[in-house]
């Protein structure tokens, strides 16, 4: 019950910062939430006792991030400078040889597997006006009620797991729930705000984001199995922390853009 609230009240919330406010609060909101995930990305990694850069590489996601706001940042010069900087401090710190391998390639996974995503919401966002906005709360909306809605089929009628091995509480009912419920979704935004939005994308990004959003899930949760901890924080009741709340949307807002540029554009 817990998750569905944080829902409820999460996505009215949302609705509010993309579609009215100024884009700097979303920016802003984007970039703390990826510099929240990275460090429990590195929790994550403590729990296996792998020690990486923190510092640098809470810099360096939120420089990702920026650079999809900012086109005076060149996010390949911002990816090169991850590359050369984080084993060069590595290198001039006292970490030493043990261990070295696993604390760069921790440092620079968050990098890449939480900033360059996120990233793209960002992105999704300078669409144009009214598009990257409706586009923006259609991945919230797709995502998000994907969630609540495999959360509640499978806690309720759920029997036949999705996968056993990493996360042992997901079923093919709670999955079959989240297709649903993110073409409803999908339905839902093109009724409410999105009118413009042909039924044809509508079907294909509620599919599109419900695959991304599960493999996203299942990839978090490969790596909360392999730290054995059960949440990767305690910002949101019923959800965890900011990794467990954006994990759904680390493959939903690439895929989301491309969709758009090869197919909407």
Same mark, same amino acid.
């Given at each position: ?9 999460? #996505? ?29 990305? @590195? ?7 792998? @020690? ?65 995503? #996120?990233?793209?919401?960002? !992105? ?6 009214? +598009? ?12 998000? #009620? ?13 029997? @036949? ?28 935004? !093109? ?47 019923? @959800?965890?922390? +900011? ?23």
């Amino acid at each position: 019950m817990r998750r569905l609230t944080t829902a409820a009240i999460g #996505l009215p919330i949302l609705f509010v910062i993309i579609k009215y406010l100024n884009p700097v609060f979303f920016f802003l909101l984007v970039a703390a939430s990826a510099v929240l995930a990275t460090v429990e990305l @590195h929790k994550l990694a403590r729990c296996r006792r792998i @020690h990486a850069d923190l510092l640098l590489g809470s810099i360096l996601t939120f420089a990702v991030v920026y650079s999809f706001a900012d086109d005076r940042v060149s996010l390949p010069a911002v990816l090169a400078a991850a590359a050369i900087l984080v084993p060069s401090r590595r290198l001039l710190g006292a970490g030493g040889v043990e261990g070295a391998i696993e604390s760069i390639s921790v440092t620079l996974a968050g990098i890449l597997l939480v900033g360059l995503p #996120l990233g793209y919401i960002v !992105k999704l966002m300078g669409i144009g006006d009214e +598009m990257g906005r409706d586009l923006t709360v259609l991945l919230f909306l797709c995502v998000w #009620l994907a969630d609540a809605g495999a959360y509640a089929v499978g806690s309720s009628i759920g029997k @036949h797991l999705l996968s056993p091995t990493i996360s042992p509480r997901k079923t093919i009912e709670g999955a079959i729930g989240g297709l649903i419920a993110s073409l409803l979704a999908a339905g839902l935004a !093109k009724i409410w705000f999105f009118q413009r939005l042909s039924l044809r994308d509508a079907v294909a990004v509620a599919v599109l984001l419900w695959i991304a959003g599960m493999a996203g899930d299942l990839a978090e949760s490969l790596l909360k199995r392999a730290a054995a901890v059960k949440d990767c924080g305690a910002i949101f009741p019923g @959800h965890g922390g +900011m990794l467990d709340r954006v994990d759904s949307l680390l493959f939903g807002a690439p895929v989301l853009f491309f969709y758009y540029t090869a197919f909407m554009a």
